[in-house]
């Protein structure tokens, strides 16, 4: 099949063509037809050399890739070789010593077992074997688009094989120009699937390494030694990534079930801000295994909503139970009994991510203070205290001060949030539940016992004076508390029932009422990205005609026989905040002295690719080509925004977004926070008048916007209002 016109045809639309008496299909389109789902794209073609290799027996697999894939692929490995028998056959279609009858799949022990990799690869680019079984004599085959053996010359090899691929997708010109146009995201996915099979290749040490055309260097994208899982994992995060990972277990002899792996722990620190450090083996073999990263997910996520679980988790199943042979590439399985496993799944999670919920650190064992213990000393910087609490021992450090001043804390407000809390307890009281009341310090406190008012900070006449008032119920007020509030869980039950019957009646309105909604133009959905877009396009903005202004803080305005309400501010807001998101520029505080970084050697390459973006985002690095991977980048300055420094968990968060998508610009939530903030500040806001001229701009700028449907903060910009008669 040829994917690239050169003469001007007439093609009629698909059904309409007349028809025609039945023939055979060709044996090379048959061929093509077949490969070019085998193969396609980059990393499929990795991926096929790296299975060959390690179901071959090597324990070192070495890719070398040139210009990224586009100037050749290289995989040598130390395996058994090829015999002098299978040379003619090697590349020829469904040809495999795998297995020998469709049966044998129950038993697969094998990645591959189609006998398609090879024979595909001869169609899509051109194909050299270099191999030996009986070191030091090898040979040198060249196959043709089909797969036949044209040239075999004597050479030196140790046992081993190794193919080069050359011209990938050069008789493919659709295929070849998008391999180009997205040759980035192409590489890093190789790399990415290549680090799959690394990690879970218990006998092999795998590397990859990429030559650049240009500068003529060798760069170091994957370099996993033999090991413990837990190292070769540690090896492809980073690693600082190791003391955040933890262990998974969970075994049932009777039904051959076996889970083992590793998962991050759900603490702000571990994880990554994006889900692509998620990797799923079935018997030994990388998988896209959805429903069970789903549920990894919400069970980690509600714990750690700010970041995404790292893990890597095999699963030990009887192949007879398993379905491998859906898709040329065996990455999408069907599993037989899929509900027992995820329900193990979910049990072995639970042993490890359900205690951090009732899990707090203590620093030290907490005695009863008394008034006369507690110290106020106030410190060179103006506003910032320090408590201590004075004991037999000498003195405790209490971490009470903070970086602004606080507001005075006099016996009024205290008295109210002594009341606040009684009143609360006579509440729960009468509730009728069991409840626990801790509120105090000590635990042999009693229960209803008011808070004393008593103690007064010590003042010194060489600092700015800061009066503090601080009782022994200023514990409950401290940030650093340790704090036990009183719980009725019968009110709790109850306001969840409720909430849980008004949801499934709002969803049963929503489900009889959409149709009708819809239908006249209305919006029904909370979801307001996916409403409109399901009404209106974006560049549907660009011919709306403006009635008016209403209440000063909306813009109606007419599309067709359809009128829209827009909020003024909503909209400004998200134009500023996309333009801030864009184009800014963030300031940066350069380091007294470099701070060598220890990243992966994934998110190395990845930052050294991308240096002009971490630079507009503050990060300026250096790289040293010299040093090892892993080593080679340092840090010669960190942005900051208004006064708050960004660090080095907001670089590796940058990196983690450029791996997922690398033509992006990306901030990091920190910076886009802020960014929404001053967006805010500086948009028009509720209340101004505005002229005709403003009201325009503000509509047409929607149009120009990536996702204009909703502001920062999640505010819808534009609601439906009338349908206008015909």
């Not at 040139?66 to 058994?80: C, F, H």
């Not at 413990?228 to 262990?247: F, K, N």
């Not at 889900?275 to 018997?283: E, L, P, R, S």
Request: proline share 5%.
């Amino acid at each position: 099949m040829t994917e690239l016109v050169t003469t001007k045809q007439t093609v009629s639309p698909v059904g309409t063509t007349a028809a025609a008496a039945m023939k055979p299909i060709g044996k090379d389109t048959v061929h093509r037809l077949c490969s070019g789902q085998v193969v396609v794209d980059l990393a499929t073609a990795v991926k096929e050399l790296v299975e060959n290799s390690l179901d071959a027996g090597a324990t070192h697999v070495d890719i070398k890739m040139k210009d990224s894939g586009l100037a050749g692929i290289t995989v040598s490995d130390n395996g058994t070789g090829i015999s002098a028998s299978d040379h003619a056959t090697l590349c020829r279609k469904h040809w495999t010593s795998k297995i020998s009858s469709f049966d044998d799949l129950e038993r697969i022990s094998t990645f591959g077992f189609r006998g398609e990799a090879l024979s595909s690869l001869c169609a899509v680019a051109t194909l050299t074997v270099t191999t030996s079984d009986s070191a030091p004599v090898g040979v040198q085959l060249e196959y043709d688009g089909s797969g036949e053996l044209v040239e075999q010359t004597p050479v030196a090899r140790e046992r081993g094989t190794t193919v080069q691929l050359s011209g990938l997708f050069a008789k493919w010109p659709v295929r070849l120009q998008d391999l180009k146009k997205n040759i980035r995201r192409e590489y890093m996915r190789a790399v990415a699937l290549v680090e799959q099979y690394a990690i879970i290749s218990d006998n092999a040490r795998v590397s990859l390494t990429n030559q650049s055309l240009r500068g003529g260097s060798s760069v170091a994208a994957v370099r996993v030694p033999q090991g413990d899982r837990l190292t070769r994992l540690a090896t492809v995060l980073g690693s600082q990534a190791r003391q955040h990972l933890v262990s998974l277990s969970y075994e049932d002899a009777e039904n051959a079930l076996k889970i083992d792996g590793h998962i991050s722990k759900p603490i702000p620190e571990a994880g990554r801000s994006a889900a692509d450090k998620q990797y799923f083996y079935v018997n030994g073999r990388p998988c896209d295994f959805a429903r069970a990263k789903r549920v990894v997910n919400e069970m980690y996520r509600p714990l750690n909503p700010t970041r995404y679980p790292v893990f890597a988790i095999a699963i030990s199943i009887s192949p007879a139970t398993v379905d491998v042979n859906l898709t040329p590439d065996k990455r999408t399985l069907l599993i037989r009994h899929e509900s027992l496993l995820l329900a193990a799944l979910r049990e072995a999670l639970a042993s490890v991510v359900e205690p951090s919920t009732s899990t707090y650190a203590v620093n030290r064992v907490q005695t009863r203070i008394s008034p006369d213990q507690i110290v106020v000393q106030p410190t060179a910087v103006p506003g910032v205290s320090r408590c201590f609490v004075e004991s037999s021992g000498g003195a405790e450090e209490r971490a009470l001060g903070a970086k602004r001043p606080n507001p005075e804390l006099d016996d009024a407000s205290l008295a109210m949030h002594g009341a606040k809390k009684q009143q609360q307890q006579q509440q729960q009281q009468s509730d009728g539940s069991k409840t626990i009341s801790v509120q105090h310090y000590h635990p042999d406190a009693k229960e209803n016992e008011p808070p004393q008012n008593t103690a007064t900070p010590r003042k010194d006449a060489g600092a700015k004076t800061h009066t503090r008032r601080l009782p022994s119920c200023v514990i409950d007020l401290c940030k650093n508390r340790v704090q036990r509030d009183s719980h009725s869980w019968g009110s709790v039950r109850r306001r969840m029932n409720a909430k849980t019957a008004r949801t499934a009646q709002l969803r049963e309105d929503s489900q009889t009422e959409a149709p009708d909604d819809v239908e006249r133009g209305g919006i029904a959905s909370d979801n307001a990205s996916e409403t409109l877009s399901r009404l209106i396009h974006k560049h549907d903005f660009s011919r709306m005609h403006v009635v008016g202004q209403f209440n000063r803080g909306f813009i109606i305005a007419r599309l067709d026989h359809d009128l829209y309400i827009i909020d003024q501010h909503a909209s400004d807001e998200k134009y500023n905040f996309e333009e801030l998101q864009q184009r800014a520029v963030i300031a940066s505080q350069p380091l007294i002295r470099p701070a060598r970084l220890e990243l992966s050697i994934v998110d190395e390459v990845v930052a050294m690719a991308h240096k002009d973006t971490l630079m507009r985002n503050g990060f300026h690095i250096r790289t040293d080509e010299d040093e090892e991977p892993g080593h080679r980048v340092s840090l010669l300055s960190q942005p900051f925004i208004d006064q708050t420094l960004f660090d080095q968990s907001d670089l590796l968060e940058l990196i983690g977004k450029l791996c997922v998508d690398p033509e992006s610009m990306p901030r990091c939530e920190r910076a886009r926070k802020m960014f929404a903030s001053r967006a805010c500040r500086k948009s028009t806001m509720i209340g101004d008048p505005l002229g005709a001229a403003q009201m325009l701009a503000i509509v047409r700028h929607l149009s120009a916007l990536d996702h204009p449907w909703n502001c920062p903060h999640g505010r819808p910009t534009m609601r439906h209002l009338h349908r206008l008669p015909a």
